[in-house]
């Protein structure tokens, strides 16, 4: 729950960040450009603590998906910008793919409970009368937080 927690906060940061930018750019620079630098910084600290857990596309999708779908409800709300249907469709199709996967369980989910399949054994080769070990061969799936 912790991982989930940092990666909404990293979200919400961002789009305060984001929302400081524009303010940098229109209104008020210092307040804007301070409240960017702090809000990027945390978004991008909290973001590296939920990708321990969570998977990197996954997460990114999150950060992202919901990140662009924030700003731009800020963007109308703040700012009175307007929306076409094409890019409210094209924000709805962005939403839909991030439910797909982050949903999504997968080839990947079936794979984890699959047998793994044993190489044959490498018989040692001897050098100038030295023995040199086998490479060990390993998997993707080996690699560990």
């Known amino acids: ?9 990293a979200v919400v940061a961002e789009v305060i960040s984001t929302v400081g930018m524009k303010y940098a750019a229109t209104s008020s620079p210092i307040t ?22 969570i998977p990197l ?9 919901l990140g662009l779908f924030l700003i731009g ?9 307007y929306l076409t249907l094409g890019e409210m469709f094209a924000i709805a199709l962005m ?5 797909l996967v982050t949903f999504d369980k997968g080839q990947a989910a079936e794979a984890d409970d699959a047998a793994v399949v044993e190489l044959p054994k490498a ?5 100038a009368g030295a023995q040199v070990k086998p ?11």
């Open 123 to 127: 018989k040692p080769a001897r050098v």
């Open 1 to 9: 729950m912790y991982y989930w927690f940092m990666l909404a906060l």
């Open 95 to 99: 939403l839909f793919g991030l439910l």
């Open 32 to 53: 804007g450009y301070i409240v960017m630098a702090l809000m990027i910084s945390l978004s991008f600290y909290a973001f590296s603590r939920a990708v321990v857990h």
């Open 135 to 145: 490479a060990r061969i390993g998997t993707l799936g080996e690699v560990a937080l």
């Open 73 to 81: 409800v800020a963007g109308v709300v703040l700012f009175g910008e």
């Open 57 to 65: 596309a996954v997460s990114y999708a999150i950060w992202e998906g």
